[in-house]
């Protein structure tokens, strides 16, 4: 067990519907990313928040946002929502979102759109 | 662009012998952060094992250890005695020092152990 917990395990959706995905650091963590796992894509990078501030950026479609609370759980929606969507979405975290630091990974939330 | 390759998307292992995962990557950078990650089918990522781009010495965890190359832009994992437990996908991940917090993961390895 990593200590970072997401909620829901299991998300099923239709097409054009909004979700938000809910993930819980490790105590004493500052930093959440949220990554992206498909079978054509492979585990793809999507936000970073610090300390409820957004910090880095990857592969993010315009139609999901993000968000750090000041109790330091993050959230992803997910808006629009379109059949190559549907994947494993993971959130990590770390102590302070430095570069030398490991990543600890919560066990995903698995979204299917139909 | 980043890129890590992972060339073999298959291996398979016999308990309590000894595996060896492959992975390159391209970067200019010279300070960097390898990782290897275990997915097992509970879909769960879990570090597995770390190494520092300025160290030379190969990091090494229980049975898990690395060969780092940094000339050939190599890290391969290594397995010894391999466990029923170490089937699993295998992700070989880089970091930029102090550019950019993402993980750059490669597709991955799906290894299995037989009996």
């Known amino acids: 067990d990593s200590g970072v917990t997401q909620t829901p395990k299991h998300l099923i959706t239709a097409t054009g519907q909004r979700v938000t995905l809910r993930c819980s650091p490790r105590?004493?963590?500052?930093?959440v990313y949220w990554y992206q796992q498909s079978l054509d894509q492979g585990l793809q990078f999507l936000i970073q928040?610090?300390?409820?501030?957004?910090?880095a950026k990857g592969n993010i479609l315009e139609r999901f946002s993000a968000q750090q609370f000041p109790d330091l759980h993050s959230e992803l929606n997910l808006s629009s929502l379109e059949l190559g969507d549907s994947a494993l979405y993971f959130c990590?975290?770390?102590?302070?979102?430095?570069?030398?630091?490991?990543?600890?990974f919560g066990p995903g939330t698995r979204l299917l759109v139909l | 662009a980043q890129t890590v390759t992972q060339s073999q998307p298959e291996m398979s292992v016999q308990e309590a012998e000894t595996v060896t995962l492959s992975c390159t990557y391209d970067?200019?950078?010279?300070?960097?952060?390898l990782f290897w990650y275990k997915q097992p089918p509970s879909r769960q990522m879990i570090l597995v094992i770390r190494?520092?781009?300025?160290?030379?010495q190969n990091a090494t965890e229980n049975r898990f250890s690395v060969n780092f190359q940094k000339a050939a832009k190599s890290f391969s994992l290594k397995i010894s005695d391999s466990q029923l437990g170490d089937a699993a996908m295998y992700f070989c991940?880089?970091?930029?020092?102090?550019?950019?917090?993402?993980?750059?993961f490669g597709k991955g390895t799906s290894l299995l152990v037989t009996p």
């Open positions: 990590a975290s770390s102590v302070g979102g430095g570069s030398q630091e490991t990543q600890y």
């Open positions: 105590s004493g963590d500052l930093s």
């Open positions: 928040y610090y300390n409820g501030e957004e910090r």
């Open positions: 970067t200019s950078e010279s300070d960097y952060y």
């Open positions: 190494q520092e781009a300025y160290k030379q």
């Open positions: 991940a880089y970091r930029v020092l102090n550019s950019g917090y993402a993980l750059n």
